[in-house]
Structure formats: C-alpha cells, structure tokens
C-alpha cells in the first residue's frame, strides 16, 4: 500500500474512531440545526472546519507552532459545548439569509483548535519523517471523507427523525444539542488544566 492511501486510511479511521468520540460529537453539533435540504450549507460548514484543521495540523506537525496540549485538550471539548449552547439560543440555520455565516465563522476558528489535538496523533505517526507533503495531504483528505460519513449518517438519521417520524425540528435540535452539551461538560471537567 502506497504513502497516500495508508496515511488517508489512518486519517479516515481517526476521525471515525469511537474512542475519540469527541470529534464525533463536534461534527453533530456542527449539524443538528441542519436538515437534509441543507446539504449545501452543510458541505460548505465541514469545508470550513476542515480548512481551519488543516493549518494547525500542518503548523503544528511541522513545529512551527508550539501549545500547551493540556490546554487543548480542554479546549476541544469547549468548542463541542459552545457549538451545543449556541444551537440551543439561535432560531436555525433556516432563518438565516446572510451568505457567509457565524457558523462558517466558528468551525473555521473551532477546526484551529482540533487541528492541534489532531497533531499530536499524526506527530506520533510520523516519527522522525521530515517530508511530510503526502503523508499531511493524505491525511488532511481521509479526515475529510470520515467527517463527510458522519454527516451523511447523521443527515439521514436527521431525516429518519424529523421528516418521517415528524419530531419537531425545535425538539430535534434541543435534544441532541442538549445531550452534546451534557457530555461536553462532562468531557471538560475530565481534561481541566488548572
């Protein structure tokens, strides 16, 4: 297996993994105001977050910038909980007429911050590998394709929910945004630095 698909795979699998759940639950915060005919709205959301990743991920992999890992692994899930709390005081995504977004704005700012809890995994992979063109693309794509799966899925249960079993969107979006909220917390207690 080639450079590219191992590291796309190792990528693809990372964001995917259950054990780092917490990305997870970032990208379903990121959507829950979303319905299935907002997928445009949605692709350009995780291109966003993907974008803003992406920088981190190769500043920090490639050492140009240094951070206190404590601090960003309370970090991550502070982004997950004010991306739930603000779900819960908005209107919607479908009240909105504004091209360019505050949510765009956020999972471009948020994804800075987890592309520096992303980088200590790819780091690890790397090892003392000093061209890293490839291995950072292939893994920068993977992550996107697995975001894109969790979207999908959580798009489709979305439309299981809301469109056939007609739960009320406001109650969709309180009751995931409210159980991402609640594990948040629980995840930001667990990884305080002070």
């Known amino acids: 297996m080639d450079t590219f698909w ?45 974008i803003g990743h992406s920088i981190t991920l190769a500043l ?27 779900n819960l005081i908005r209107k919607g995504a479908e009240h909105s007429t504004r091209k360019v977004q505050i949510n765009y704005l956020l999972a471009l700012f948020f994804g800075l911050i987890h592309g520096m809890g992303f980088s ?13 063109f490839v291995q950072l693309l292939a893994f920068n794509v993977g992550l996107e394709v697995g975001q894109i799966i969790i979207v999908v899925s959580f798009m489709v249960l979305t439309f299981f929910f809301v469109d056939l079993f007609d739960v009320s ?5 309180l009751i995931i945004s409210s159980g991402v909220a609640a594990i948040a917390s629980t995840l930001m207690l667990e990884a305080k630095f002070w």
């Open 6 to 50: 191992l590291y796309f795979i190792l990528g693809k699998e990372h964001i995917l993994d259950i054990r780092g759940y917490d990305h997870i639950l970032f990208v379903v915060a990121l959507t829950t105001i979303y319905s299935v005919k907002d997928w445009k709205r949605v692709l350009v959301l995780v291109t966003a977050f993907t």
């Open 60 to 86: 920090a992999t490639l050492h140009v910038i240094n951070y206190s890992e404590k601090l960003i692994e309370f970090l991550i899930p502070l982004t997950i909980f004010v991306t739930a709390v603000l």
């Open 120 to 132: 200590n995994y790819l780091r690890s992979l790397l090892g003392t590998d000093s061209t890293i």
């Open 169 to 173: 969107k406001r109650n969709w979006k």
